[in-house]
């Protein structure tokens, strides 16, 4: 892959930071008592780049902020530093298509429980997108019952998402809808929303707070009618439109929950109007914060 | 601390057991791509040491293996061998008092969802023990309405319980116990037992397969009626005597319940039945199984 200077990436040339130090990948050495790997006690935040500007970087902040706070987690540099050692990063590196993944353990343990003083490592590499095909024709979810034990936390517990992902490669499904019973949820990585006739469906309570879905909501907010309030199955399965919306899946079509295609079984037109909407809304970000 | 030999043992030049090598602590390494880290994708167990028996390895290695199976992880080492690892650890390290750590991570991921080639660890460390003050007075534990997701997964996902530690601490519990509404599960790390007059009550739906519980229960099974039933908060907050077993808290009385007093306030005479028969049943293990 060709960098932005047009020279070859090497995966294991690419520059990270740990705990201060500026790295290769292999240069990162984790503990086997960092309760981040004994006991999954862990946070961490992903922001995409479009060229060498992080996407909504002060909102990932701010919520890997809200993460490490709800787990007791100190972060060791503050937000202004964070935001130099990404600048950094990106002109190191300079990836065409890149990423950042901020991860924040609970450190080195003596009794392999109790957490120690958190070590902090900045990812910088490629990011995969979803394949044109997958927005061209829509994606199927799996459905399972399951609620996220503190979902307002971006912590690093998948368990559930990573049993379960084998079944779903195997099945084609893009990713898992959590429920409970007739009450929607999220996806394991994404939020949900559906049209209500032109109103715009979307739940906050009980969910991790989306930054793709809130930046989705301000540029949808003139277009369409915005509701916020609880999702149930039933109403999501008969809904004409529904989609997703991540860093990595940014707007996402989806045409079958389980067995039960959606709407006419393709993506709709109201869920292209917000995916141009979106596309307009990051373009003006980075014309205001672009590098 | 001196080992089995008189010598000092120092905590960093413990020899392990790491992907099929000996080594330092400081000398084995994770990589922050492993989903044990960014995902907590991870399985372990525990076992203790009686002098140099490691007490009921054949259930801990049996249970390691469910585990592994449950998250789809091949351990990459077979039972014998991992018997084989354990006696050298234990011979070269000699711990007076000792424990065994195995740990399973889904293994380096290149898109950092998807698991690896599993790394495996053995650990032969010192056992820390509650204080024999614990056991004299009764211990007591926090409420949480919580259920673990796999709950037959020994899994590392202990996110609940290490957010809850430091308020369990301050407050002076031992550790949490688990319930959904009126139906209690488990403690975060341990079982749990009551007395129905001189009925000796235990769940098994929905909870970890306890080794030290299964061998309670083989050590009582001539002295006390023994019930396996699910078991509700309501009957367990108005028990005469609850106990609750673990490889390192063995069998602990437990005097109170949030706020609620259990019984007369202090540790039963049948829950000190309980621990003899277990001492005598551990007792007759290390004379047949000891090295």
């Not at 307002?152 to 368990?159: E, G």
């Not at 509701?227 to 860093?247: D, G, H, M, Q």
């Not at 067995?259 to 109007?273: E, H, L, V, Y």
Request: glycine share 8%.
């Amino acid at each position: 892959m060709p960098n932005l200077a047009g020279h070859v990436v090497l995966m294991e040339q690419l520059t990270h930071y740990h705990n201060g130090e500026f790295l290769r990948e292999n240069e990162i050495s984790y503990s086997v008592n960092d309760v981040g790997l004994l006991r999954g006690y862990a946070v961490f935040d992903f922001c995409r780049l479009q060229g060498s500007t992080p996407l909504f970087i002060d909102d990932h902040l701010e919520r890997f902020r809200h993460s490490a706070g709800e787990l007791s987690l100190e972060i060791p540099i503050d937000h202004n530093e964070i935001k130099n050692v990404v600048q950094r990063l990106i002109r190191t590196n300079e990836l065409p298509q890149g990423s950042i993944k901020m991860i924040l353990t609970g450190g080195d343990s003596e009794d392999g429980f109790t957490p120690g003083r958190p070590n902090m490592t900045i990812l910088n590499k490629p990011i995969n997108y979803p394949s044109s095909e997958a927005y061209q024709k829509g994606a199927a979810l799996m459905l399972h019952e399951f609620h996220r034990e503190f979902p307002d936390v971006k912590s690093t517990n998948y368990l559930t998402a990573l049993k379960l992902q084998s079944i779903w490669k195997e099945k084609g499904y893009l990713d898992v809808l959590y429920h409970s019973g007739d009450v929607v949820w999220e996806v394991s990585r994404s939020s949900v929303f559906f049209f209500d006739g032109d109103k715009l469906v979307t739940n906050k309570e009980g969910v991790l707070k989306g930054i793709t879905a809130s930046k989705v909501l301000e540029a949808c907010q003139n277009k369409f009618e915005i509701v916020i309030r609880p999702i149930s199955l039933n109403e999501l399965l008969n809904a004409e439109e529904v989609f997703i919306t991540s860093t990595t899946k940014l707007v996402m079509p989806i045409v079958r929950l389980g067995d039960q295609i959606i709407g006419s079984g393709r993506p709709g037109n109201r869920t292209a109007q917000v995916r141009t909407a979106y596309d307009k809304f990051v373009a003006q970000y980075i014309q205001t914060h672009g590098g």
